[in-house]
């Protein structure tokens, strides 16, 4: 057997299908990142980055130094107008009469409690807010909002001003050296913590600096207009190489992502398992003006009780594998289905996450069937890596 760790060349989503064949769309940088020798494939229409020759070392420059990574393919909905607050409040799940310049996740339900999309809101000003979808549900969120808020007739639009922005996200124990260097803004975190943003000049352009991110890591973001995004790429990057960093791809996020224990719209929650099922009831206020859509259906679960729980999952044995599907056992009794199962490269343990029965505990030993035999486990807390988010909020 070999001493190599993790068992085989990982990279990639685990479990999760590739988007389909759409028409390509490009950042205002591909060709910057081509001749980088990045591996593209298509996310949602996206031209984006995989990696750039070797996955696991760009996740592991992310967790040591700092990565540069192309989110262009996320989703950007503008939603402005007079009624623009109370919209916001009737589609999301959370209280978006935040302060300006703060960030809110969320979720966008249907009717039975389902969960359509997940997003992170940002407030702009008293009537502006700027959502960031995930990269799947762009389309579906934006006519969501859209459909909404014309059947609710408020004065208020939704405009999918995607392909006008540039987005790059910094993610690692250095990216704030990288920021520094780029701007004349005070980025500490007194001035910028977490769920935050400012406007800001970059690399001398104006723009919109966050912080929030997907790696587990202390995280920025750069939202430029995309006319200026090859411009601070380039500049970004020659900054992210002086601090020991380079450019990391969308394996390398996805690998720290699901280390830390992040979770994933249409995999942990969708239509069929709330935002309650799938671990984030953290994202609902019950008491805040306006009723959102779905919460009835939410109170009637929280009041009747879960069907499902998500909660991680570790095996004992860091060589084994289980698959999507593959079912769980305590004391004898079937007691959930692995959703995915992957090696949290810097932990070098083998980890995943599972749809559970509600009343299931961290800490259990489990027997997971596979193709290839029974493995054992311990049910585990959904963060790994991280757990009191100590360098997120640094």
């Known amino acids: 057997m070999s001493d190599t760790w993790p068992p085989s060349k990982w990279g990639g989503h685990p479990n999760i299908p590739r988007p389909p064949d759409l028409p390509q769309g490009k950042p205002a940088f591909y060709y910057s990142q081509k001749e980088l020798g990045a591996v593209f494939g298509r996310r949602s229409g996206w031209e984006q980055p995989y990696h750039y020759g070797d996955p696991i070392a760009e996740h592991h ?41 703060k960030g809110v996740f969320c979720c966008l339900c249907d009717e039975n409690g389902g969960a359509v999309d997940d997003a992170i809101i940002w407030r702009l000003a008293a009537d502006t807010w700027l959502t960031m979808s995930t990269t799947a549900g762009r389309q579906k969120h934006h006519n969501w909002v859209k459909e909404h808020i014309k059947a609710w007739d408020l004065a208020a639009v939704a405009l999918d001003i995607t392909d006008g922005l540039s987005y790059l996200q910094l993610g690692g124990p250095r990216s704030r050296d990288v920021v520094e260097m780029l701007t004349d803004a005070d980025v500490s975190n007194q001035a910028l913590p977490f769920l935050s943003l400012m406007p800001a ?13 997907f790696t587990g890591e202390l995280c920025f973001e750069f939202y430029v207009g995309t006319q ?23 394996d390398a996020l996805v690998t720290c992502a699901f280390e830390k224990g992040f979770t994933v719209n249409n995999l942990d929650y969708n239509a069929e398992k709330s935002p309650l099922e799938g671990g984030i009831g953290f994202t609902v206020d019950w008491d805040k003006p306006y009723n959102f859509i779905g919460k009835e259906a939410l109170i009637h679960q929280k009041k009747n009780g879960l069907r499902k729980r998500n909660l991680g999952f570790r095996l004992d044995d860091k060589w084994a594998t289980a698959e999507r599907g593959d079912r769980i056992f ?14 949290a490269l810097t932990l070098e343990i083998m980890i995943g996450r599972a749809e559970f029965v509600p009343d299931i505990k961290v800490g259990l030993p489990i027997t997971i069937q596979t ?15 991280d757990p009191n988010h100590e360098r997120l909020h640094s």
């Not at 000049?201 to 991110?213: D, F, K, N, S």
């Not at 305590?330 to 090696?343: A, N, Q, R, T």
């Not at 193709?371 to 890596?385: A, P, V």
Request: some cysteine; glycine content about 16%.
């Open 61 to 101: 420059i992310i967790r040591n130094h700092v990565g540069l990574i192309d989110c262009n393919s996320i989703g950007n909905i503008w939603i402005e107008g007079k009624e623009a607050l109370q919209a916001v409040q009737r589609l999301y799940t959370a209280d978006m009469d935040c302060p300006i310049g």
């Open 201 to 213: 000049t970059i690399a001398g352009v104006e723009g919109y600096i966050t912080r929030a991110g």
């Open 228 to 250: 200026y995004g090859e411009w601070v790429w380039n500049k970004t990057l020659a900054a992210v190489k002086a601090c020991g960093g380079g450019p990391t791809g969308i």
């Open 330 to 343: 305590h004391d004898g009794e079937e007691v959930g289905h692995v959703l995915w199962c992957m090696p």
């Open 371 to 385: 193709k290839k035999g029974d493995i054992s486990g311990l049910t585990h807390s959904r963060y790994f890596y």
